[in-house]
């Protein structure tokens, strides 16, 4: 028998000890929600001979940066990896007979006619109440033993319209636990964000209960409404690109193109812990026409010249705040639909309000990185009044 030492999180234990069949996960950002739940169903994985637990994103592309790294870090510090296979392509772990399936709602005819004990929704507000409802039909295998099957869902309560609020903890239908939690569940985390968190309270009362307090917010004052989500931006047209330089705080590129005045926009990198030799060896990757232009931060003149000597048409971006959000609610925005960070960003970037709730002309400096990339490109390039800047390069 291997013995494993654990270091349960406090929401570990209380979603541990919760018998309800709905496990309604709600807290702040950094909250240790995701990790409580990623240590929860490798237990229950370690410690039965047979389950099969499934871990839902809204969009496979954040699988791997948030449900494999969760599940591949809390194996980690279990010293568990070799007891348990992983397969790549086809995103499982598996023992014997146990099953821990990484999936999302593309993948949503894969599942249909399966059955699980355990259904995890990530993120679950980018879910539809239609979509949990089929989910939970799924939740019907043969329960292991001395615990329910149970779905289980996390998130920040970014909006209480949400369906989990007004459908199932308002309606009081469902038989279900709701845990709450926030940064100050989580002992692990760095300083710099706890005061990023703290530092809310002086920016925004709604921001300050989402993301601080793992409180109800109520979404008002949103910068964006020109946008909407398509299926895949087209090829062709102006194309350009706006880079936010980060390393605790994501790096975030944004792919930009412009046809018939309509703008459209992927997320190409939205990723932490990125040395300025990782972001060249991504951009080698995703951009092939050096002669392309990119607008970066203009804040990190170093980083950029860099970038600039690996052969790149980068330059420094026109930072105005007012000025290129003015500009750029003006546009028509088309977002490819797995840009997930880039959208969540657009729901809820806002206005501030000062302490007389007057409505301030200025953002809510939290959760904006994307945001940051898509504005410097887009009013950089387009709306400083300043020419295209091309390059050519002997190749």
Known sequence: MTTIDIKPTNIFKKNYLSTSPILVNRGGAGSSKSYSIAQLLTILFLKNTQIKILALRKSSTY??????????????????????????????????????????????????????????????????????????????????????????????????????KTEILDKNIYDYTEIISSYKDNSYLPDFYVKDLQDLEKQDANFYRIYTLGEWGILENVIYSNWQVIDAIPEGGDVFYGLDFGFNNPSALVKIIVIDQVIYLQELIFESGLTNQDLIDKLNKLILNKNQPIYADSAEPQ?????????????????????????????????????????????????????????????????????????????????????????????
């Open 63 to 164: 699988i791997k940066d948030s449900l494999l790294k969760d599940f591949k870090d809390v194996m980690d510090d279990f010293s568990a990896g070799q007891l348990i296979k992983y397969n790549k392509t086809e995103r499982y772990f598996s023992s014997g007979k146990k099953l821990i399936q990484l999936g999302s709602v593309d993948d949503a005819e894969k599942y249909k006619s399966t059955d699980w004990n355990y259904i995890w929704l990530e993120e679950a507000t980018e879910f539809t109440f239609e979509e949990f409802k089929t989910l939970k039909l799924r939740n019907r295998t043969k329960a292991v033993p001395d615990r329910p099957n149970q779905v289980i869902l996390t998130f920040n309560p970014t909006s209480s319209l949400s369906w989990i």
């Open 303 to 395: 980083r950029i010249e860099e970038i600039s000597r690996a052969v790149f048409n980068i330059h420094p971006a026109n930072k105005s705040v007012k000025d290129g959000i003015d500009f750029v609610k003006r546009q028509k925005l088309m977002i490819e639909k797995d840009s997930v960070n880039l959208i969540k960003e657009l729901q809820t970037y806002s206005y501030r309000k000062d302490k007389n709730n007057n409505v301030l002309d200025e953002p809510i400096k939290f959760n904006d990185h994307a945001l940051d990339a898509m504005r410097y490109g887009i009013y950089t390039h387009l709306g400083s009044n300043s020419e295209p800047n091309y390059r050519e390069f002997d190749m």
